[in-house]
């Protein structure tokens, strides 16, 4: 099992661009989860999604930031425009019974918006 | 991935020493907690879990324990080796709920 899979590792944008981060589920999760993880406010989840559905979204920050999941075996956290603030590691974790038991995540993408 | 810098507590531990990692959780209805362990450029790695119908429970190395009385959360890594050191992250989850609360982190240094 190859875990939860995101891509990119690292993305570096200017400011106002459009910032696509992708992640890769373990296969036969049917619960992902996206986080945000900065200095100051630690790990915050920012949508959660059960069988393709957005269930909670109440930790997207603004209307800037949107997730998909067309399929089990893929999700996208979009944020459009980018802004410097919005710089942080952003994790996606998967798990088969809705979170009980825990997570697991992926390796995480570092998003730096100059 | 590097987890949440400058301003987390540290522990410092001489290898082959054991290490005691403490979380105070807030939820007094959360029944589940687990350890996490982050390791620089890498996610939070699953350690171990408790719930909350125990007091104790142990891993390869590694022991939580739970005080449900004063809300309290420790971790032991018995014989403390480098590769042990990484930031551990408690977190608490509820019955019937998705969400867990994390708490703030501990970086664990292990000095050779």
């Known amino acids: 099992d190859a875990g939860v899979i995101q891509s990119p590792r690292h993305e570096v944008t200017e400011m106002g661009q459009e910032v696509t981060l992708r992640c890769k589920p373990i296969?036969?999760?049917?619960?992902l989860f996206w986080y945000r993880q900065t200095m100051m406010r630690g790990l915050e989840l920012l949508i959660y999604f059960n069988n393709n559905v957005p269930i909670d979204d109440s930790g997207m920050p603004e209307d800037r930031f949107s997730a998909k999941m067309p399929n089990a075996s893929f999700s996208t956290l979009k944020i459009q425009p980018s802004e410097p603030r919005d710089s942080a590691v952003y994790f996606c974790?998967?798990?088969?019974?809705?979170?009980?038991?825990?997570?697991?995540f992926g390796s995480g993408t570092r998003l730096t918006v100059v | 991935g590097e987890s949440v810098g400058l301003h987390l507590p540290t522990l410092s531990v001489q290898e082959g020493d054991n290490s005691i990692i403490n979380c105070a959780y807030s939820n007094s209805a959360s029944d589940y907690f687990i350890w996490y362990k982050q390791e620089s450029g890498k996610g939070p790695q699953f350690i171990i879990d408790?719930?909350?119908?125990?007091d104790k429970r142990q891993g390869q190395r590694v022991t939580v324990l739970l005080n449900k009385t004063v809300k309290h959360l420790s971790l032991q890594i018995a014989a403390t080796q480098p590769g042990d050191s990484a930031v551990y992250f408690c977190?608490?989850?509820?019955?019937?709920?998705?969400?867990?609360?994390f708490g703030t982190g501990t970086r664990l240094k292990v000095l050779a």
């Open positions: 408790i719930r909350s119908n125990m």
């Open positions: 974790a998967s798990n088969n019974r809705g979170g009980r038991n825990g997570y697991t």
């Open positions: 296969s036969g999760h049917n619960s």
């Open positions: 977190a608490e989850n509820s019955a019937g709920t998705y969400k867990y609360i």
